[in-house]
């Protein structure tokens, strides 16, 4: 694959996953903007990530049989119309609506992850993953700095235009470079929707890869969505544009991503999985030590949130390297059942996380951070050092496997 076309497949990835992530940094805004509580304005974060969900639950498996090029363009399109749907909404109810529906659509990145793994070697297909991987971190990170910052400068509306400006563009520029695909698979909508649903049943190491990431992404979402509260909340009282700043700390995962993939090419994934689940286990008392607020709070808050974002996309890295070697006939739906569960998990952890702050305030959400790390990490040291251990050794080999 040339570095030309993997550029572009990087820049597709951080475009469509920072539309999920700037309305985390934009939330104050709406409330202020539309005389709405903070914890209703909220849903519209809670709201893209279902939608997401569900578009990764519904679209996704179609990337095993519609030509790629023809699909990413019509998403990217659909995004753009639904992101401007959303900057021109009057209410509160319209925005929620028009966010589902940018989440449905904005799955681009999930179409080229299959795509992509199917274009290289499998030696190199962990660096592979990393690198887009690292497109995508890069999109979640602007996304915020750049949602805090202009929302900030013009409204809290203007980061949905210019997402819907910039998405339309990137689906022209797709439409005239993107290589011709064969599909996979011909087989009907309905069976490919079906099918996550039995390779849950049957494929036990993608179980586990969703449970880790499930996991650990309902805390990652948790803990971002109510830094937005705590920043700017009387603890801190600043602005949206602090919490698109403090995004930008993470900017280090863009490197550790493409690392991390390295290690799994050339160790397998578990290990890297083990580190980055103590990891979070471990950035979660850092992060609770934020609510002093002053200084000392910031220095905790960016310490903090730099581990969890190196922990938890590093062990994304090693879980889809596992998951798309189970299958190579299959590999988005196999993206479809991984990262259906994954998303499920962080619309769950912003929903309870939003509860569990109104409630415990900012060490409640770094305690439900710890808890749901040492879920998974009980989990996987069950894989390491129990019954699953032998399903673990034989998951460093590719299936051959055909459509049923």
Request: hydrophobic residues 50%.
């Given at each position: 694959?040339?570095?030309?076309?993997?550029?572009?497949?990087?820049?597709?990835?951080?475009?469509?996953?920072?539309?999920?992530?700037?309305?985390?940094?934009?939330?104050?805004?709406?409330?202020?903007?539309?005389?709405?509580?903070?914890?209703?304005?909220?849903?519209?974060?809670?709201?893209?990530?279902?939608?997401?969900?569900?578009?990764i639950f519904l679209l996704v498996p179609l990337g095993?049989?519609?030509?790629?090029?023809?699909?990413?363009?019509?998403?990217?399109?659909?995004?753009?119309?639904?992101?401007?749907?959303?900057?021109?909404?009057?209410?509160?109810?319209?925005?929620?609506?028009?966010?589902?529906?940018?989440?449905?659509?904005?799955?681009?990145?999930?179409?080229?992850?299959?795509?992509?793994?199917?274009?290289?070697?499998?030696?190199?297909?962990?660096?592979?993953?990393?690198?887009?991987?690292?497109?995508?971190?890069?999109?979640?990170?602007?996304?915020?700095?750049?949602?805090?910052?202009?929302?900030?400068?013009?409204?809290?509306?203007?980061?949905?235009?210019?997402?819907?400006?910039?998405?339309?563009?990137?689906?022209?520029?797709?439409?005239?470079?993107?290589?011709?695909?064969?599909?996979?698979?011909?087989?009907?909508?309905?069976?490919?929707?079906?099918?996550?649903?039995?390779?849950?049943?049957t494929e036990p190491e993608l179980r586990r890869s969703?449970?880790?990431?499930?996991?650990?992404?309902?805390?990652?979402?948790?803990?971002?969505?109510?830094?937005?509260?705590?920043?700017?909340?009387?603890?801190?009282?600043?602005?949206?544009?602090?919490?698109?700043?403090?995004?930008?700390?993470?900017?280090?995962?863009?490197?550790?991503?493409?690392?991390?993939?390295?290690?799994?090419?050339?160790?397998?994934?578990?290990?890297?999985?083990?580190?980055?689940?103590?990891?979070?286990?471990?950035?979660?008392?850092?992060?609770?030590?934020?609510?002093?607020?002053?200084?000392?709070?910031?220095?905790?808050?960016?310490?903090?949130?730099?581990?969890?974002?190196?922990?938890?996309?590093?062990?994304?890295?090693?879980?889809?390297?596992?998951?798309?070697?189970?299958?190579?006939?299959?590999?988005?739906?196999?993206?479809?059942?991984?990262?259906?569960?994954?998303?499920?998990?962080?619309?769950?952890?912003?929903?309870?996380?939003?509860?569990?702050?109104?409630?415990?305030?900012?060490?409640?959400?770094?305690?439900?951070?710890?808890?749901?790390?040492?879920?998974?990490?009980?989990?996987?040291?069950?894989?390491?050092?129990?019954?699953?251990?032998?399903?673990?050794?034989?998951?460093?080999?590719?299936?051959?496997?055909?459509?049923?």
């Amino acid at each position: 694959m040339s570095r030309g076309l993997v550029l572009i497949l990087s820049l597709t990835c951080a475009v469509g996953v920072g539309n999920i992530y700037f309305p985390q940094a934009i939330s104050p805004l709406i409330a202020t903007g539309l005389h709405e509580s903070p914890d209703a304005a909220a849903l519209v974060v809670t709201a893209t990530q279902i939608g997401y969900t569900a578009g990764i639950f519904l679209l996704v498996p179609l990337g095993d049989r519609l030509p790629h090029r023809t699909f990413l363009v019509t998403l990217l399109a659909l995004t753009g119309v639904a992101l401007l749907a959303a900057g021109c909404a009057p209410t509160l109810p319209p925005l929620v609506a028009a966010s589902a529906l940018v989440g449905v659509t904005t799955v681009a990145a999930q179409i080229v992850g299959p795509l992509a793994a199917g274009l290289v070697a499998a030696e190199c297909r962990g660096a592979m993953m990393g690198t887009l991987l690292s497109g995508s971190i890069g999109g979640m990170l602007l996304a915020r700095t750049f949602g805090g910052s202009l929302g900030e400068w013009l409204g809290w509306r203007a980061p949905y235009l210019v997402a819907a400006v910039l998405v339309l563009l990137l689906a022209g520029v797709l439409a005239r470079v993107l290589p011709k695909t064969v599909p996979p698979s011909r087989r009907p909508y309905p069976a490919l929707l079906a099918e996550p649903l039995r390779l849950l049943r049957t494929e036990p190491e993608l179980r586990r890869s969703c449970f880790y990431q499930a996991t650990i992404f309902a805390g990652f979402s948790a803990v971002w969505t109510c830094l937005t509260l705590l920043l700017t909340g009387p603890t801190y009282d600043l602005g949206a544009h602090a919490v698109g700043m403090l995004a930008l700390v993470g900017a280090a995962t863009m490197v550790c991503a493409p690392i991390a993939g390295r290690l799994v090419d050339r160790g397998g994934p578990d290990t890297v999985n083990l580190v980055c689940l103590l990891a979070v286990l471990g950035c979660a008392p850092v992060l609770a030590a934020g609510a002093v607020g002053g200084t000392p709070g910031l220095v905790a808050l960016v310490l903090g949130t730099l581990l969890l974002d190196i922990a938890m996309q590093s062990g994304m890295v090693a879980n889809q390297a596992r998951v798309f070697a189970l299958r190579p006939d299959a590999r988005s739906r196999l993206n479809t059942a991984y990262m259906t569960c994954a998303y499920l998990g962080g619309s769950a952890g912003s929903w309870i996380g939003v509860q569990v702050h109104g409630r415990a305030g900012w060490p409640g959400v770094c305690a439900l951070l710890a808890f749901l790390a040492a879920l998974a990490l009980a989990r996987h040291l069950v894989a390491l050092y129990g019954r699953g251990s032998r399903t673990n050794r034989s998951c460093r080999t590719d299936h051959a496997r055909t459509d049923a």
